[in-house]
């Protein structure tokens, strides 16, 4: 089995920062991409941002040149450093990692428990 952890979130004021943080552990042969979505209270899930193993980055348009998202391929982890937040950010913050188990076997999609992020105005 794979699992994942957040930790990182909490309450803050508008401006200020986080740094979230997602580790994988359990049987891991490869992580191609690992992401980052959030869920605020009456609303969809949605992406915040994605990295490949390669490093190769995608935001959403609401969180560019405010978030920036990066992994450390060695310890299985994915970060999230949120900077000059704003109450809209206020959501349950969710990792997620794309797992292949064994070499030649299939890929699949792990969640971790989420971490709520609570920005104050």
């Known amino acids: 089995q794979v699992q994942l952890v957040e930790s990182g979130g909490g309450l803050v004021q508008a401006g200020g920062s986080l740094r979230l943080s997602c580790a994988a552990s359990?049987?891991?042969?490869?992580?191609?991409?690992m992401g980052w979505y959030r869920q605020a209270p009456g609303k969809q899930r949605e992406l915040v941002a994605t990295?490949?193993?390669?490093?190769?980055?995608n935001y959403a348009d609401s969180v560019k040149d405010r978030f920036a998202i990066a992994r450390d391929n060695a310890k299985n982890t994915v970060y999230l450093q949120t900077d000059s937040l704003k109450p809209e950010d206020t959501a349950v913050y969710y990792c997620?990692?794309?797992?292949?188990?064994?070499?030649?076997?299939?890929?699949?999609?792990?969640w971790g428990q989420g971490t709520q992020v609570t920005v104050s105005s």
């Open positions: 997620n990692a794309y797992v292949r188990q064994l070499r030649l076997g299939p890929t699949q999609i792990y």
């Open positions: 990295i490949t193993s390669g490093g190769t980055t």
């Open positions: 359990g049987s891991i042969f490869s992580i191609n991409l």
